[in-house]
């Protein structure tokens, strides 16, 4: 059975740094398209990141230059590095397959608040 | 970056309707286009992949067309169950980017 489990969530207050993590188990993050994906409250989806199998990263412009993906391999993890946080990334954060795979964790929720 | 526009916003509909949504992309993309249902409180679950491709387990009453750019989910008789914020995502090697959603309420 696949499943990915995101943690690390949390307060954080205005400028400060966060990282979530998202393990995954049945399923080969290294190997596989993954993705993070977040969710303010009463709003729309939003793809914050995508790594590929390969390597590529890509980034949403909201969050260049502030948020870093990465993998560890050895655990079977995916992580979010996020410094410089804004009241408006506060948000629910997903982490995801690709859509042919289908999978999502439950989102860990970060807070960004004075 | 690729924008995607959904329509309508809010669709009133009552049970064994058909119903139609309709995702626009900014240019051409192919057919690199998921559905995803989404209820309160729930993460996404992935309806169609590819434009047209049924992900396994879900119902045959959900169907994908279109490529290029424009893109039409439809749920042929409308079942209690379905009512949820329906997503369309583009995404390829170099983007992903959502549409901002059509919430089907009860009419």
């Known amino acids: 059975e696949v499943q990915l489990v995101e943690s690390g969530g949390g307060l954080v207050q205005p400028g400060g740094s966060l990282r979530v993590s998202c393990a995954a188990s049945?399923?080969?993050?290294?190997?596989?398209?993954m993705s993070w994906v977040r969710q303010a409250p009463g709003k729309g989806l939003e793809g914050v990141s995508v790594?590929?199998?390969?390597?590529?990263?890509h980034y949403a412009d909201s969050v260049k230059g502030r948020f870093i993906i990465s993998r560890d391999n050895s655990k079977n993890t995916l992580h979010l590095q996020m410094n410089s946080l804004r009241a408006e990334d506060t948000a629910v954060y997903y982490c995801?397959?690709?859509?042919?795979?289908?999978?999502w964790g439950q989102g860990t929720l970060v807070t960004v608040s004075s | 970056d690729i924008q995607m526009t959904q329509s309508p916003s809010t669709l009133s509909a009552s049970i064994g309707d058909r119903v139609t949504i309709t995702c626009r992309a900014s240019?051409?993309?192919?057919?690199?286009l998921a559905w995803y249902q989404q209820k309160p409180g729930k993460a996404p679950k992935v309806l169609i992949y590819?434009?047209?491709t049924l992900q396994s387990g879900v119902p045959s009453r959900f169907s994908g067309s279109g490529s290029g750019t424009e893109f039409t989910l439809t749920i042929s008789s409308l079942q209690p169950d379905d009512f949820a914020t329906y997503y369309c995502?583009?995404?390829?090697?170099?983007?992903?980017?959502f549409g901002q959603g059509t919430k089907v309420e009860i009419k």
């Open positions: 590819m434009a047209s």
């Open positions: 995502q583009h995404y390829n090697r170099y983007s992903e980017t």
């Open positions: 995801a397959t690709n859509p042919s795979a289908g999978y």
């Open positions: 049945g399923f080969s993050v290294s190997n596989n398209y």
């Open positions: 790594m590929y199998s390969g390597g590529t990263i």
């Open positions: 240019q051409s993309i192919s057919s690199w």
